[in-house]
């Protein structure tokens, strides 16, 4: 049980994909202008990331090792992660209009968040089990989401305030990234794994 | 987002204006700067002028360069009270670069690019302290220790202190007179205590020795006799001081009462490193925190938490400066989510709605 915990808490803040590993930091960029998108972009890439990363344990572990053909794994993941974000797009266009219309263009480009290759790879790399798999997808999409949202709160502040012509943008943004990368270093060496 | 609109705390009074509310704050580090020069040498002092000194340069070169009222801006004393309280949060003998570097980026990066301020997301003065602290690990972890327990003779001179500081002397001498003053912190102490009892390392580790424990204790105290007085004159409200050491409190605490052997009393957290200067002087920085009360409320106990949270378990023995950055990050959200009732309506605007004002 507590090393469950220790996963949660080590991808959700100690190695947050956004802030410590820099993965997943287009839609990080893109999305966050809006506090309401960014919300529904963070479901989603929660939903999105815990399936795929069930799905590309289940490939990995049940197509490609018993055929040997390990090598195909990225190419394999690309299509795994396509289909399941192509299944959420069906199921937010029936359950909730209203979300798929907030989240427009977002919602495919989950496909090209290089997060959720990122975490596919890494629990194959990391020798994750199957519970270990899907924990270690939701704690990255919670982590991702958890930034998402406070990014795109403190964007909306940022957007009001008096920043020099050059630095507006994009660039005001990588640089509050930024700040906000070395705050996350007080959490360095709070879990090992 | 609709943004909240609050009257600006500063305004509320006349004859309040910035310069004033930030001198005042100036001013009430006074008994802070006083023990700490007591204690520590002249270090701290020296520290202060130096930050000084880059702050101004720094403000007034960047004001030039996006052509704004230099000496207007120079006048509401930010600047200076981001430098004073870099100055007095930096280790005494600190070499001047690791000030200059920490003054210079608290200013450009995170306060000046912003727009100068009222615009800064982050507390400027601990961005510069987060920034040199994972830069330069290791002179920002050479504090000085008390009088009786460390091996040099006499007090460190004014002059030992400019050398030390400027780097005056050959590498060999300086870093014996270095070597001869600085002990760790308590808290740096207590964190690197290994497989020791709390009790066992209270009683052998020299950094937690009485003696050190004390003078942070006075440290400590002095921060709060000058919190104190900014609460009298009104400039900060009472929430988030009370929010944070209140949550360092019972998070200590509860640990404490779970697990003695191991984790350190609610008194040493609360009297050592930097609770109290962070509770009343960092924290309550009324750009970067929280705006409504509730939010203030719920700033300061998330600080506290962090703080314990980083000092227990973390990486580095002090976490004040961390907190206070990790929950800069979050004021805006908080805010978002503890707007007080508008007069006139029913409930206050809170909770999570999404495609809302699509």
Redesign the interface.
Known sequence: MTEYLLILVSTILVNNFVLVQFLGLCPFMGVSG???TS??MAMATTFVLTLSSLCSYLTYNFILQPFGLEYLQTISFILVIAVVVQFTEMVVRKTSP??Y??LGIFLPLITTNCAVLGVALQNISKQNGFVESILYGFGAAVGFSFVL???S??R???N?????VV?KGSA?GM??AG??A??????????QI | MALLRITSPHTQRAGRRTAWVMQMVILATIPGIVVQTWLFGWGTLINVMIACITALLCEAAILSLRRRAVAFFLKDYSALLTAVLLGVALPPIVPWWVTVTAVAFAIIFAKQIYGGLGNNPFNPAMVGYAIVLVSFPVPMSQWLGVQSLVSAQDTLTFTQSLQAIFQFLPVVESHALIDAYTMATPLDGFKTKDLLTAEEAFNTVPALHAANLNSWLWVNLAYLVGGLGLLWLRIITWHTPVALLGALLVMSGFFYGVDSANAASPFFHLTTGAAMFGAFFIATDPVSSCTSNRGKLIYGAGIGILIYIIRAWGGYPDGVAFAVLLMNFAAPLIDYYSQPRTYGHQKAKTGLKIGEDN
């Open positions: 809006k506090l309401e919300i529904g209203l979300l219309r907030v949202v406070l990014f709160a403190m909306e502040r940022i009001v305030a008096d920043v020099p630095f005001i640089i509050t700040l906000m070395l705050a996350f270093m007080g959490f360095t060496a709070l879990v």
